[in-house]
């Protein structure tokens, strides 16, 4: 497709169980980002990959969140045990190099909600 | 990470220019200004990027003052479709994508 995607576009789980959320980036770019957003709040950023440099963790808000990222395309964010907090819209972005005059392409995101 | 200080909200009539004002007085010489929008129940999406020059594209202009602490994203005729929440961020060294509040834009028919 010519834009990023995620899936699942919704997810529901329960409380304990581990998920995993997907992002195809658009073909040929180097920098990938994930961030999340809880309901009426604004986007928090959680994990930056630019190529094969060491992926920026900043982000994750805990050691229950982890992402990979394979082949410098597909990145899969993992949450571990989620908690109804996990609950939020999980967004990725890319971008065609990490850059600082590149314009990044956002998904739709995956919305996700603990029960 | 640089900072960036907008209005939680500003409302614009239908049809009218719209200014939006951002403050970054602690911008450095390499930051790049960027304005990302996010429409209800959609991932944001890219208007408009400026280093030092005022820009235009299809979507925006984007006026840079002289000092470059501060920019104004400015829509030219304002419909309905733009009400958006709108965030002027800084890309420093760091190259991660960090969002700030942002403004809530209404539009009014």
């Known amino acids: 497709g010519a834009g990023v995607s995620q899936s699942p576009s919704n997810k529901v789980t329960e409380k304990g169980k581990d998920v995993e959320l997907r992002c195809d980036p658009i073909?040929?770019?180097?920098?990938l980002y994930w961030y999340r957003q809880s309901l009426g709040q604004g986007l928090e950023f959680l994990i930056y990959?630019?190529?094969?440099?060491?992926?920026?963790k900043s982000g994750l808000p805990s050691d229950r969140f982890s992402a990979e990222r394979t082949g410098g395309s597909v990145s899969t964010l993992t949450i571990q045990r989620t908690q109804q907090e996990d609950s939020a819209v999980y967004l990725c972005?890319?971008?065609?190099?990490?850059?600082?005059?590149?314009?990044?392409?956002f998904g739709q995101g995956t919305r996700l909600t603990v029960v | 990470d640089a900072k960036t200080t907008q209005p939680n909200s500003m409302e614009s009539n239908e049809e009218e220019p719209v200014h939006l004002p951002c403050n970054h007085s602690t911008i450095s010489g390499t930051d790049y200004i960027h304005w990302y929008r996010q429409l209800p129940s959609q991932g944001p999406e890219y208007v408009i990027h400026?280093?030092?020059s005022n820009v235009n594209n299809r979507m925006a202009s984007l006026a840079i003052a002289e000092d470059r602490k501060s920019s104004t994203l400015i829509l030219h005729r304002a419909t309905l479709r733009d009400a958006a929440v709108y965030y002027c961020i800084l890309r420093d060294r760091s190259d991660k994508i960090i969002f700030g509040k942002g403004t809530r834009l209404h539009i009014l028919p």
């Open positions: 400026g280093l030092t």
């Open positions: 972005a890319s971008s065609l190099t990490g850059r600082l005059n590149t314009e990044a392409f």
């Open positions: 990959f630019q190529g094969n440099s060491a992926p920026d």
């Open positions: 073909s040929g770019h180097t920098a």
